[in-house]
């Protein structure tokens, strides 16, 4: 099975459960950014999970992202903008015909989500979920995550390639 994980990651926490979702999906799955997935990358892909944090209660706008760009002075490492919003990527996404999954990763009391808005752009691009989406934990607002959840984003992985069998 080809699968992709797709992220957008501020401060690597959603970097980290892309990767240990694309291991337990198994060795065909790769996590890659929005930046590297392309339409070349993503040319026939059985399954797309994509994730991204939950800021401002929702999908990151590209205002939020300005903000940050502007006053990251608090945090302990500088943002990486280098690649788009998971929600500009979705607006480009070419039109496919596999399965998808969405993640997000959040402060364990934050109201809102990102599930929702991920979930409606693969859908929009042809891709039907495979399963709920999930959301991983990180303990402040730049992170680290919370202990254990890259084994249960590996779980999530295995389960996830389990359903498309």
């Given at each position: 099975?080809?699968?992709?994980?797709?992220?957008?990651?501020?401060?690597?926490?959603?970097?980290?459960?892309?990767?240990?979702?694309?291991?337990?999906?198994?060795?065909?799955?790769?996590?890659?950014?929005?930046?590297?997935?392309?339409?070349?990358?993503?040319?026939?892909?059985?399954?797309?999970?994509?994730?991204?944090?939950?800021?401002?209660?929702?999908?990151?706008?590209e205002?939020?992202?300005?903000?940050?760009?502007?006053?990251?002075?608090?945090?302990?490492?500088?943002p990486?903008?280098?690649?788009?919003?998971?929600?500009?990527?979705?607006?480009?996404?070419?039109?496919?015909?596999?399965?998808?999954?969405?993640?997000?990763?959040?402060?364990?009391?934050?109201?809102?989500?990102?599930?929702?808005?991920?979930?409606?752009?693969?859908?929009?691009?042809?891709?039907?979920?495979?399963?709920?989406?999930?959301?991983?934990?990180?303990?402040?607002?730049?992170?680290?995550?919370?202990d254990?959840?890259?084994?249960?984003?590996?779980?999530?992985?295995?389960?996830?390639?389990?359903?498309?069998?």
């Amino acid at each position: 099975m080809k699968a992709r994980v797709v992220y957008e990651s501020l401060w690597g926490n959603t970097a980290k459960i892309a990767r240990a979702i694309a291991e337990g999906i198994g060795p065909e799955a790769r996590a890659v950014s929005t930046a590297e997935a392309t339409g070349d990358v993503l040319a026939g892909i059985d399954l797309i999970v994509a994730g991204a944090p939950l800021l401002a209660f929702g999908l990151p706008t590209e205002a939020i992202r300005e903000s940050i760009r502007k006053d990251s002075g608090s945090a302990p490492s500088p943002p990486d903008l280098s690649h788009p919003s998971m929600r500009a990527w979705l607006e480009g996404l070419p039109p496919g015909e596999g399965r998808a999954a969405a993640f997000e990763t959040r402060i364990w009391w934050s109201p809102g989500g990102a599930i929702g808005a991920i979930s409606r752009g693969l859908k929009r691009a042809g891709y039907s979920p495979v399963a709920k989406g999930r959301r991983f934990i990180v303990t402040g607002k730049y992170g680290p995550l919370r202990d254990g959840e890259l084994d249960r984003a590996r779980q999530w992985g295995r389960a996830l390639a389990q359903a498309m069998a």
